[in-house]
């Protein structure tokens, strides 16, 4: 067996020795031997140090969307790498012990092919087989990564259906959201994350389908948090968008539901084209349904076209596919949908982003 091959059966086999469904049961069994790290006020975030892994807190994730144009015709892609620290007790010195866990999707929305293709690993940290370094981004699975690379960002992801060899070059500045990139996520303090937003990304690379290399080129947005009490105890999801504007600017919204499909929380950013910037707080940001999709395999309902008012801005959100759905139980253990959208003002498209819905086929647990 050669080297790679038996790298990415250690991989899988670390991948199922600590499944969601075991994490949970070994979190009911024991404490941490150190506490989580906490979301505080009054911590400056810097660059590039913060866009590397943060180890002391519970989850963390640095999400890739964005759009591609392939002979002319629209491609939305995902490229997402979590980081989870288990409640597991410290003293255990045995290298195997899932200390970290590393978990990646990755997803192509082609209309053409009417679903959403994706794929996905799990793995524990560890052996040179799967890490998240500190201090700059550089995260991988096997032969899955994302890493900091000559100024910008380099995504190489083979996935079962397709492979990515992208280039993210940064065109703007981070954008913190919240206050200074405290982001709340609840009425509760404590119910936060540290998150930073690398809009109006410039994508260049080779998307490989079906043995096929094309150049391809595009836009994407980058999306950064880390935290270890996301998810208020009211919450059972949340809606999301991340918005790459004609003009150059920049939105992003969300909202946290409860299990009525109320708003318990909610917030966003917005850049307009020459820096000025406008964070809103949770009474301004409404996200009202136009129209639902059901899934045939799970029989989840989406509600996959929205207006959103943020502050006195009105966008109409309208998806470029509606089967965006992501089974990702063998993960995360959860179901979500996630795909690529347009941004409407009065019909016409005013910008290109990405849509998320979590909490809708059951209750997510982080």
Not at 291 to 298: A, D, E, G, K, L
Request: glycine share 10%.
């Amino acid at each position: 067996m050669s080297i790679r091959a038996r790298r990415r059966a250690l991989a899988l086999l670390g991948g199922l020795l600590v499944t969601p469904r075991a994490w949970t049961q070994a979190a009911t069994r024991q404490s941490p031997a150190t506490p989580f790290a906490s979301v505080v006020p009054d911590y400056t975030l810097r660059f590039p140090h913060d866009e590397g892994s943060h180890p002391e807190f519970r989850t963390e994730w640095w999400y890739v969307t964005g759009w591609l144009e392939s002979g002319g015709k629209p491609l939305g892609f995902q490229i997402t790498f979590f980081r989870t620290r288990p409640e597991l007790k410290g003293d255990n010195p045995s290298a195997f012990t899932p200390r970290q866990i590393l978990i990646a999707h990755a997803a192509l929305s082609n209309p053409a092919h009417g679903r959403l293709q994706h794929d996905q690993r799990v793995a524990r940290a560890g052996f040179s087989l799967a890490g998240a370094r500190q201090n700059r981004v550089d995260v991988w699975i096997d032969d899955w990564s994302l890493k900091q690379e000559n100024g910008g960002y380099r995504a190489h992801i083979p996935a079962r259906d397709f492979q990515f060899d992208f280039t993210c070059s940064a065109t703007q500045p981070p954008l913190l959201q919240g206050n200074k990139g405290l982001s709340r996520k609840g009425p509760r303090p404590e119910s936060a994350s540290y998150y930073y937003s690398l809009p109006q990304l410039k994508v260049q690379g080779i998307l490989t389908r079906n043995g096929k290399a094309e150049s391809v080129g595009g836009i994407a947005w980058l999306d950064h948090e880390w935290s270890s009490s996301y998810l208020d105890e009211a919450a059972v999801g949340w809606d999301w968008i991340g918005i790459n504007l004609d003009d150059g600017g920049a939105l992003m919204a969300f909202r946290m539901r409860d299990q009525q499909g109320r708003k318990i929380w909610a917030g966003g950013s917005y850049r307009a084209t020459k820096g000025v910037m406008r964070i809103f707080e949770p009474f301004e940001v409404d996200f009202t349904p136009l129209r639902s999709w059901r899934s045939p395999r799970t029989d989840a309902a989406y509600p996959i076209a929205w207006r959103i008012n943020a502050g006195n801005l009105k966008f109409d959100i309208a998806p470029l596919m509606d089967d965006q759905e992501h089974d990702t139980r063998a993960t995360t253990g959860t179901i979500y949908w996630e795909g690529a959208v347009r941004a409407l003002q009065n019909g016409k498209p005013v910008g290109r982003g990405y849509l998320e819905l979590t909490g809708y086929w059951r209750r997510l647990r982080l």
